[in-house]
């Protein structure tokens, strides 16, 4: 069991400042899904660059070291409950990476072949799902996937992100023209509104659409446009051959 959230601001009105202050929130919410290790992505879509931020800690104290200058746009984040890969290898904890995706996941995968051509670095399930998104891209990997996937992925050299569900819970906050915000734990949610100030509707309410992500739902949002595509993708496949364990 871990935990993922983020923010994808959809306007220039949101502030890092803001960015910050929600990511500090939604990684102490999900801290009861992971206390092993705690890491952030944030991803500066004009550039692309992508600062990673992990250690081997509980969000409360990671929080305590996250700056915010660690936060220069959108932003994705994790906390780790371990089972195979010691947290103390930085390859071992989320965020993860490699030459085209950096992804944060929640849930395990049980026996997806490693692929020969690709470099491994860590111990953890999650590298393997990684190494498919690399090698085979996105749409393309996700019938492959044998076991659990929550997943957030940035794409900084096509400025595209995505979001993607099976079996692991994910829930999903659209704050319409200022911000999408997700997490695996509803409640952190609640509290997102007041930090990005938005304008209550009659006083009353605030104009927002929470809810639970969909099984087989890949999202994918431009960052350039704004441009929003929701498909289903269906699990299909189910492939054997060497195990790597962990989240």
């Known amino acids: 069991?871990?935990?993922?959230?983020?923010?994808?601001?959809?306007?220039?009105?949101?502030?890092?400042?803001?960015?910050?202050?929600?990511?500090?929130?939604?990684?102490?919410?999900?801290?009861?899904?992971?206390?092993?290790?705690?890491?952030?992505?944030?991803?500066?879509?004009?550039?692309?660059?992508?600062?990673?931020?992990?250690?081997?800690e509980t969000a409360t104290i990671f929080n305590k070291h996250l700056l915010p200058e660690h936060i220069i746009g959108p932003t994705?984040?994790?906390?780790?409950?371990?089972?195979k890969g010691d947290p103390s290898d930085p390859e071992n904890n989320h965020p993860m990476f490699g030459d085209k995706y950096c992804i944060v996941h929640n849930g395990m995968v049980h026996s997806m072949k490693n692929i020969d051509t690709y470099k491994y670095k860590g111990q953890c399930d999650?590298?393997?799902?990684?190494?498919?998104?690399?090698t085979h891209g996105i749409k393309e990997a996700i019938p492959m996937i044998d076991g659990s996937a929550a997943v957030a992925i940035i794409s900084p050299l096509d400025k595209m992100f995505y979001l993607y569900r099976h079996t692991s819970p994910l829930v999903v906050t659209l704050f319409p023209k200022t911000a999408l915000v997700f997490s695996s734990l509803e409640y952190p949610l609640k509290k997102?509104?007041?930090?990005?100030?938005?304008?209550?509707?009659?006083?009353?309410?605030?104009?927002?659409?929470?809810?639970?992500?969909?099984?087989?739902?890949?999202?994918?949002?431009?960052?350039?446009?704004?441009?929003?595509?929701?498909?289903?993708?269906?699990?299909?496949?189910?492939?054997?051959?060497?195990?790597?364990?962990g989240v």
């Not at 994808?8 to 092993?36: A, C, F």
């Not at 498909?231 to 060497?242: A, P, Q």
Request: charged share 25%.
């Open 76 to 83: 994705i984040g994790h906390c780790r409950a371990k089972t």
């Open 192 to 245: 997102v509104a007041d930090i990005l100030n938005v304008p209550k509707v009659w006083g009353l309410f605030t104009p927002q659409s929470t809810a639970d992500f969909d099984e087989g739902t890949l999202f994918s949002l431009n960052m350039k446009t704004f441009e929003v595509k929701v498909e289903t993708i269906k699990v299909e496949s189910k492939i054997t051959g060497n195990i790597r364990y």
């Open 126 to 134: 999650t590298e393997v799902l990684l190494s498919y998104f690399e």
């Open 1 to 56: 069991m871990c935990g993922i959230c983020g923010i994808i601001p959809l306007s220039n009105d949101v502030t890092p400042d803001q960015i910050y202050k929600v990511m500090l929130h939604l990684l102490d919410g999900n801290e009861t899904r992971g206390r092993d290790a705690t890491g952030t992505a944030s991803w500066d879509v004009e550039k692309p660059d992508v600062l990673i931020c992990k250690q081997a």
